[in-house]
């Protein structure tokens, strides 16, 4: 800059320019943390969080899931029953196969964070 050009600087505290969240009610608040808990404590194994990644990609067998994960009997069932009993996934019966799917969008919403964080890049 020469000498007769001056700088000017504009200054905003992004606090003031970012909208203020409403006062949530300290009950409804408590709930949100229940839930919000509740998921990554699902989370928080490596089997459920392979099972529900791989269900993130749409309806899988228990027999898909079984090979594609190499997570075996009576693990898999047991994990399974973790989530089917935390109203995470739902199931759907066809004949003897049982198909799985994410049953909270939030939790899509999640695991999409996760892999986008977490998981290894094609080509890096």
Do not use: W
């Amino acid at each position: 800059m020469s000498g007769d050009e001056k700088a000017i600087i504009i200054s905003i505290d992004i606090m003031d320019a970012m909208p203020k969240p409403p006062t949530l009610d300290t009950q409804t608040l408590r709930q949100a943390a229940g839930d919000a808990v509740a998921a990554l404590k699902a989370l928080g194994n490596p089997e459920r969080l392979l099972l529900l990644c791989q269900m993130s990609q749409g309806e899988i067998s228990v027999a898909e899931l079984e090979a594609l994960l190499d997570i075996h009997q009576p693990t898999l069932s047991q994990q399974l029953g973790v989530l089917r009993r935390e109203g995470m996934v739902t199931t759907r019966r066809e004949g003897r196969n049982v198909f799985y799917s994410v049953a909270d969008p939030r939790l899509l919403a999640l695991l999409r964070t996760l892999y986008t964080q977490y998981c290894p890049k094609e080509g890096a």
